[in-house]
């Protein structure tokens, strides 16, 4: 039960007509596992991101591990993934065999570094052993770099998976993110920008590949009278209640957009000012849907640290988080490749940054305490 004086980190805000959805589902007893509402906001998704095709599943994860099977990754297979990202965007490809390597990011948008990337394809020429996949991610929102990352892709004709899933609603050169990949997924996670509780959704222009991630989501099922299997599939499926709640939240996301980028702009007016503190950038061509609000502290300007402004935060029973702790860095990937860039940019961002609460939900009131007391762990204020 979510506690009552306690402001979070990012979560879920309803709009209210979610319940509508629910009881029309109760009301057909279309309860699960599929129906009416799966197939509707997967057309929903698929047109708002400019797809042909859109698979909803029962996670992010299950769309990354989805869409990781169908560019054919398997045992020994190397792939490249951005380092800085959530352990989603690599485990269910690890899970199947492959081996990652990772990039550093950017400093100009945190995301994939295009000349680290460029490194890591030519390490790989050298060898002899391409990559199958790269996984480019859209951290707290933004957009990678697409102008730069996708060419040195394509013409090595190295497909890229774009892990969307913070990014719902976030723009590149006026395109909705999870279309630029030849895989693109969203998560609809509970803390996500839009939720269905729990949820993903799997997207792509091949409608031939949808097709068969759809087959495989559904324990891949012969055409056959009986329960037939010549593939071992999942059960991955998103329930037709939780679509619902999906179809009505997806109609509230340009606002819940709109919502959290205002969120941002005050922190970085109250808070911008202070030396030593930095907010995450946007590109000139991107409109990021500002999902988390990061921000790096570096402590030798600032007289403080990002671990003790989230203690204070704490104090006031303030959710807030780290900046993702690299892979490349991760006990578990201990052994992995890595392409710095210029250094290591991903590990300085993780030693520095920090998330603030971002809800659509946030009161104003809530937001300038969050901001007061931000400020009172600098030494000489603003
Ligand atoms: C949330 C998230 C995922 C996983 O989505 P789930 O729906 O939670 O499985 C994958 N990648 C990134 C970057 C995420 O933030």
Same mark, same amino acid.
């Given at each position: 039960?979510?506690?009552?004086?306690?402001?979070?980190?990012?979560?879920?805000?309803?709009?209210? =007509?979610?319940?509508?959805?629910? =009881?029309? %589902?109760?009301?057909?007893?279309? *309860?699960?596992?599929?129906?009416?509402? +799966?197939? %509707?906001?997967?057309?929903?998704?698929?047109?708002?991101?400019?797809? =042909? $095709?859109?698979?909803?599943?029962?996670?992010?994860?299950?769309?990354?591990?989805?869409?990781?099977?169908?560019?054919?990754? #398997?045992? &020994?297979?190397?792939?490249?993934?951005?380092?800085?990202?959530? @352990?989603?965007?690599?485990?269910?490809?690890?899970?199947?065999?492959?081996?990652?390597?990772?990039?550093?990011?950017?400093?100009?948008?945190?995301?994939?570094?295009?000349?680290?990337?460029?490194?890591?394809?030519?390490?790989?020429? $050298?060898?002899?052993?391409?990559?199958?996949?790269?996984?480019?991610? /859209?951290?707290? #929102?933004?957009?990678?770099?697409?102008?730069?990352?996708?060419?040195?892709?394509?013409?090595? #004709?190295?497909?890229?998976?774009?892990?969307?899933?913070?990014? @719902?609603?976030?723009?590149?050169? &006026?395109?909705?993110?999870?279309?630029?990949?030849?895989?693109?997924?969203?998560?609809? /996670?509970? /803390?996500? *920008?839009?939720?269905?509780?729990?949820?993903?959704?799997?997207? !792509?222009?091949?409608?031939?590949?949808?097709?068969?991630?759809?087959?495989?989501?559904?324990?891949?099922?012969?055409?056959?009278?009986?329960?037939?299997?010549?593939?071992?599939?999942?059960?991955?499926?998103?329930?037709?209640?939780? $679509?619902?709640?999906?179809?009505?939240?997806?109609?509230?996301?340009?606002?819940?957009?709109?919502?959290?980028?205002?969120?941002?702009?005050?922190?970085?007016?109250?808070?911008? &000012?202070? !030396?030593?503190?930095?907010?995450?950038?946007?590109?000139?061509?991107?409109?990021?849907?500002?999902?988390?609000? $990061?921000? +790096?502290?570096?402590?030798?300007?600032?007289?403080?640290?990002?671990? =003790?402004?989230?203690?204070?935060?704490?104090?006031? /029973?303030?959710?807030?988080?780290?900046?993702?702790?690299?892979?490349?860095?991760?006990?578990?990937?201990? #052994? %992995?490749?890595?392409?710095?860039?210029?250094?290591?940019?991903?590990?300085?961002?993780?030693?520095?940054?920090?998330?603030?609460?971002?809800?659509?939900?946030?009161?104003?009131?809530?937001?300038?305490?969050?901001?007061?007391?931000?400020?009172?762990?600098?030494?000489?204020?603003?």
């Amino acid at each position: 039960m979510a506690e009552k004086n306690r402001i979070y980190l990012s979560p879920p805000h309803m709009g209210g =007509k979610e319940i509508e959805y629910i =009881k029309d %589902a109760f009301g057909t007893n279309w *309860i699960a596992p599929l129906g009416p509402h +799966v197939e %509707a906001f997967e057309l929903e998704c698929a047109q708002a991101a400019g797809v =042909k $095709a859109a698979l909803a599943l029962t996670s992010g994860t299950a769309a990354a591990h989805l869409s990781a099977r169908l560019t054919g990754i #398997g045992p &020994g297979d190397l792939f490249f993934c951005s380092s800085l990202t959530f @352990v989603a965007s690599v485990a269910p490809i690890v899970q199947i065999g492959g081996i990652p390597a990772f990039i550093d990011s950017a400093p100009d948008t945190w995301n994939m570094s295009p000349s680290a990337l460029e490194r890591a394809f030519r390490d790989a020429e $050298a060898s002899g052993r391409m990559p199958k996949a790269v996984v480019i991610v /859209n951290l707290y #929102g933004e957009p990678c770099d697409m102008d730069a990352i996708l060419p040195l892709c394509g013409k090595r #004709g190295v497909p890229v998976i774009e892990d969307a899933a913070e990014s @719902v609603g976030s723009l590149y050169r &006026g395109r909705p993110t999870g279309a630029f990949g030849k895989f693109g997924f969203y998560s609809f /996670n509970g /803390n996500k *920008i839009i939720t269905t509780s729990g949820g993903g959704m799997l997207l !792509s222009d091949d409608e031939e590949a949808i097709a068969k991630a759809r087959f495989w989501s559904t324990q891949a099922r012969d055409k056959a009278p009986w329960y037939q299997h010549s593939e071992l599939g999942y059960n991955f499926r998103m329930s037709n209640l939780l $679509a619902g709640v999906g179809r009505a939240q997806l109609k509230l996301l340009e606002d819940r957009v709109a919502r959290r980028r205002a969120i941002f702009e005050r922190y970085r007016q109250e808070l911008g &000012g202070l !030396s030593g503190v930095s907010f995450m950038p946007e590109s000139h061509l991107a409109r990021s849907n500002r999902w988390l609000t $990061a921000l +790096v502290v570096d402590p030798a300007i600032a007289g403080t640290t990002n671990l =003790k402004i989230m203690e204070a935060l704490a104090a006031e /029973n303030i959710e807030s988080r780290p900046v993702w702790k690299p892979m490349h860095l991760q006990p578990v990937f201990s #052994g %992995a490749r890595y392409y710095g860039h210029d250094g290591d940019k991903s590990g300085a961002l993780f030693d520095n940054g920090l998330c603030l609460p971002s809800g659509s939900s946030l009161s104003e009131e809530d937001q300038a305490l969050v901001i007061r007391t931000v400020l009172s762990v600098f030494p000489a204020g603003l």
